[in-house]
């Protein structure tokens, strides 16, 4: 290492470099150079520690009233480092290849899968973008729809008229009838 890193934003300006990132880049050089399974899974754990770093300024944005996100590296047989409770990032076959995966109902999909630390960080940046987006979905209330009020037909009112004329002419001259039938 001849030169300190620098960052894509100031060229001239010197990257802080932490001892951990210095002694994580150490242990994966030397699961490199080795064929120890041992030294490969230390090279796991450190990589997803590495990128567990990369990721520090994105979760820092999060606002703290939202809790979906629950990020921490697993060191079982295969070592994860969680996103939530459905996503998370392990190790390729060949132990280089960051894998971002998403475990659904339907089964596993990939997500994205670089050797890339920068490609990854951006896959789970838009995944955290999605996620928040999905929240504020679920927690909108959609304004409950009036009902409706269905009015009855109308009906027609020339055929009311039409029978109560019929009937009042009947009337009448069923009243006629008999007055002249009492008067004979």
Known sequence: MSEPETSGTHPSQPRPVRL?????????????????????????????EILNDALDPLFAQVPEQIDL????????????????????????????????????????????ESHDTAVIVEAVTDYVARRMI?????????????????????RSRVWPFVFGFILGAAALFGVAVLAALRSW
């Open 69 to 112: 996100f629950d990020r921490g590296i697993s060191q079982g047989d295969t070592p994860r480092l969680w996103i939530d409770a459905v996503a998370h990032i392990m190790m390729g076959r060949d132990k280089r290849m960051y894998r971002f995966v998403q475990d659904t109902r339907f089964g596993r999909i990939v997500l994205a």
């Open 134 to 154: 999905e929240r504020e979905r679920a927690m909108v209330v959609p304004p409950e729809p009036k009902p409706q009020i269905i009015e009855p037909p109308r």
């Open 20 to 48: 951990r990132d210095a002694l994580l880049r150490a242990r994966i050089e030397a699961a490199d150079r080795t064929g120890v399974v041992v030294d490969l899974r230390d090279a796991e754990v450190a990589r997803l």
